[in-house]
């Protein structure tokens, strides 16, 4: 038997074309993962000016408002699904909104957990528990924490069954409906 003298770097480069040699394509290691979601940029500005009082006042405030929403859905086994998604909404101030100096910009916002659940799906049902969003007339984009059961089975025909509780109160939500249930 013979023994050859090897390098430590050359052993860790060798090593290296082993794994990437074995390492799994991008597509098909992706190829069950659906990505969804939106991205939103809004200005808004408000300016006040009241010439009824005795000092007139006037105010101006303004913000640059960046949204987004992103939605990893994961095959899990046969039936199982999962589902997480990322939330990321910050406002930058300008104008009187400001402070001192013109600058107001948010370096501390992070992405937080939009939705986070498991699902099991059988023929046209669909079965969901977890941090979802509730999807109906009245709710528009509002999250809780629950269950939901939907069946399509019948064609033309959605019924649902749910229950939730923990409605997201942070702001994201409003609206008549939401203020009643808070």
Same mark, same amino acid.
């Given at each position: 038997?013979?023994?050859?003298?090897?390098?430590?770097?050359?052993? #860790? $480069? !060798?090593?290296?074309?082993?794994?990437?040699?074995? $390492?799994?394509?991008? %597509? %098909?290691?992706?190829?069950? #993962?659906?990505? =969804?979601?939106?991205?939103?940029?809004?200005?808004?500005? #408000?300016?006040?000016?009241?010439?009824? @009082?005795?000092?007139?006042?006037? =105010?101006?405030?303004?913000?640059?408002?960046?949204?987004?929403?992103?939605?990893?859905?994961?095959?899990?086994?046969?039936?199982?699904?999962?589902?997480?998604? !990322?939330?990321?909404? $910050?406002?930058?101030?300008?104008?009187?909104?400001?402070?001192?100096?013109?600058?107001?910009?948010?370096?501390?916002?992070?992405?937080?957990?939009? @939705? +986070?659940?498991?699902?099991?799906?059988?023929?046209?049902?669909?079965?969901?528990?977890?941090?979802?969003?509730?999807?109906?007339?009245?709710?528009?984009?509002?999250?809780?924490?629950?269950?939901?059961? #939907?069946?399509?089975?019948?064609?033309?025909?959605?019924?649902?069954? !749910?229950? +939730?509780?923990?409605? %997201?109160?942070?702001?994201?939500?409003?609206?008549?409906?939401?203020?009643?249930?808070?």
């Amino acid at each position: 038997m013979k023994l050859t003298k090897i390098s430590l770097a050359a052993l #860790v $480069a !060798l090593g290296a074309f082993s794994s990437v040699a074995s $390492a799994t394509p991008l %597509e %098909e290691a992706i190829k069950n #993962v659906d990505l =969804s979601g939106m991205a939103r940029y809004r200005y808004t500005h #408000v300016h006040d000016y009241d010439k009824n @009082q005795k000092n007139v006042k006037k =105010s101006n405030e303004a913000g640059h408002n960046f949204k987004m929403i992103t939605n990893f859905k994961a095959a899990i086994d046969d039936n199982f699904f999962g589902v997480v998604g !990322l939330r990321y909404n $910050a406002t930058d101030g300008s104008g009187d909104n400001a402070g001192a100096g013109t600058d107001k910009t948010n370096t501390t916002g992070t992405f937080g957990v939009h @939705q +986070f659940y498991l699902g099991y799906k059988i023929g046209g049902t669909t079965i969901t528990a977890g941090k979802q969003t509730i999807d109906s007339y009245f709710t528009d984009d509002a999250i809780g924490t629950g269950v939901r059961v #939907v069946n399509e089975d019948i064609e033309g025909l959605t019924l649902t069954a !749910l229950a +939730f509780d923990a409605l %997201e109160g942070n702001g994201e939500s409003d609206g008549k409906l939401y203020d009643a249930a808070v």
